[in-house]
């Protein structure tokens, strides 16, 4: 479990996802500012409904820069809001999806689960909601000691 809050968990475990799968500063760093953008958009993800949503995003409504952070909430089966699958949904926004699960469970506020309980939830997930690649490099993350809070 962590002291942090959320949004700060949030940055910690995508960064952290991202060293795994070996990304770089740049995503890093480009990971922080969606995870800010996520935060400011949050309420226009959930509040959307499906054929809304689905409009909004064929329809290139989303600006460029939010188009990851909104994308957050689509499954990596495709039965997300905007029907959008597997590698359809932008890297980032697969990263960010298990970080903010992540993060909902074990920072702050949350029911403060263990990592490794965290973890365990985030694999009943995987390959529905969640991309199997992103969930595998957050269990890598735990292993390598890749998160500092």
């Not at 359809?88 to 970080?99: H, K, N």
Request: charged share 30%.
């Amino acid at each position: 479990m962590s002291d942090l809050p959320a949004q700060a968990a949030i940055v910690l475990y995508a960064c952290a996802i991202s060293r795994a799968l070996g990304g770089d500063r740049k995503e890093r760093r480009e990971l922080k500012h969606q995870a800010e953008l996520c935060a400011r958009y949050g309420s226009e993800r959930e509040d959307a409904d499906d054929s809304e949503w689905a409009g909004y995003l064929k329809a290139s409504g989303v600006p460029q820069e939010a188009r990851v952070a909104l994308m957050v909430s689509e499954w990596f089966d495709g039965s997300g809001p905007g029907r959008v699958a597997a590698e359809g949904i932008p890297r980032q926004a697969r990263i960010l999806s298990v970080a903010e699960h992540w993060a909902a469970l074990t920072a702050r506020g949350g029911p403060r689960l263990s990592q490794r309980e965290a973890l365990g939830d985030l694999d009943g997930c995987a390959g529905t909601r969640y991309d199997p690649r992103m969930v595998a490099a957050a269990h890598v993350a735990v292993e390598r000691n890749l998160i500092r809070a």
